[in-house]
């Protein structure tokens, strides 16, 4: 559930998503555009959060699509990442990748890391980052940016 008064901007390549997700969100004060992750129409700094619920795995390059939403967090604001992601000292074993291209076949990528998809930040600090599902397959991660970059 939203809180009162809190206006949401969801993204989504797909307007059948968007559909989908304009029936549950009828009550609410949200807005739904058809946008590229990777490329958002939007200004820099202009929202508080950002969140992304199993995106950076399925959008083509993970890394350019957090690249631009944390490009809209304000000095101060915050992200939360849940994705499924390659364990950081796991190690990409043959069967780890054939599973891998198989998922990929199906729009998915869970063999990306973290650290790949978020770089070089200089502005990002990581609150929290703890194994979620699948002995850690699946991850959530707090972020913070200290500054407008």
């Known amino acids: 559930m939203i809180p009162s008064g ?5 993204v989504d390549l797909s ?25 958002l129409e939007f200004e820099d700094g202009v929202f508080d959060a950002v969140a992304f619920n199993l995106i950076l795995s399925v959008v083509p390059d993970g890394a350019a699509a957090f690249r631009e939403a944390w490009r809209t967090v304000r000095s101060g604001g915050r992200a939360v990442v849940f994705d ?3 364990p950081e000292n796991g190690r990409l074993t ?6 891998g291209h198989i998922m990929k076949a199906f729009g998915a ?7 790949d998809i978020l770089g ?3 502005d990002l600090v990581i609150e929290r980052d703890e194994p ?7 991850r ?5 940016k200290t500054s407008s970059g």
């Open 6 to 10: 809190v206006s949401v901007v969801g």
């Open 15 to 39: 307007a059948d998503m968007l559909a989908q997700a304009r029936r549950k969100a009828s009550a609410c004060d949200v807005t739904l555009i058809e946008m590229d992750a990777q490329e």
């Open 84 to 86: 499924k992601f390659l």
């Open 94 to 99: 043959s069967s780890r990748r054939m599973v």
């Open 109 to 115: 990528d869970p063999n990306r890391r973290v650290r």
């Open 120 to 122: 070089p930040v200089s």
């Open 132 to 138: 979620s599902l699948l002995g850690g397959q699946y």
């Open 140 to 144: 959530i991660l707090c972020l913070r």
